[in-house]
């Protein structure tokens, strides 16, 4: 079991770079795939970032490539998902997952082991 606590959001200005984080607890975080989703108002949740359990591979949804960077730090057992260039469109709860003891984190929601609470990120001038 693998509990997850997300922080770093809030209301942000177009072509924002805020950084969100996501602090698990356990002693086993390096043998979990980490990742984030989001959903916004009136849609379903979607994949946005994963990472592997030893950093080593990354993949992103097409929407977020070349603006999103995810990362973690086993040492601190945290995962972070750096965001530039913010839009609008961007705007939605962002929840952090996590994938089975060494398995990759899927990219579909209803296949996801454990959930955080979620952030909420605005993005608004």
């Known amino acids: 079991q693998v509990q997850l606590v997300e922080s770093g959001g809030g209301l942000v200005q177009p072509g924002g770079s805020p950084r969100l984080s996501c602090a698990a607890s356990g002693r086993t975080f390096s043998s979990y795939g980490m990742g984030w989703f989001r959903q916004a108002p009136g849609k379903e949740r979607e994949f946005v970032a994963r990472i592997s359990w030893s950093g080593g591979a990354t993949y992103y949804a097409d929407s977020v490539?070349?603006?999103?960077?995810?990362?973690?730090?086993?040492?601190?057992?945290?995962?972070?998902?750096?965001?530039?260039?913010?839009?609008?469109?961007?705007?939605?709860?962002?929840?952090?997952?996590?994938?089975?003891?060494?398995?990759?984190l899927s990219t579909r929601a209803e296949d996801v082991a454990y959930w955080g609470q979620g952030t909420q990120v605005t993005v608004s001038s």
Not at 74 to 91: G, I, R
């Open 65 to 104: 490539k070349g603006r999103f960077t995810i990362s973690r730090d086993n040492a601190k057992n945290t995962v972070y998902l750096q965001m530039n260039s913010l839009k609008p469109e961007d705007t939605a709860v962002y929840y952090c997952a996590a994938s089975r003891s060494f398995l990759v």
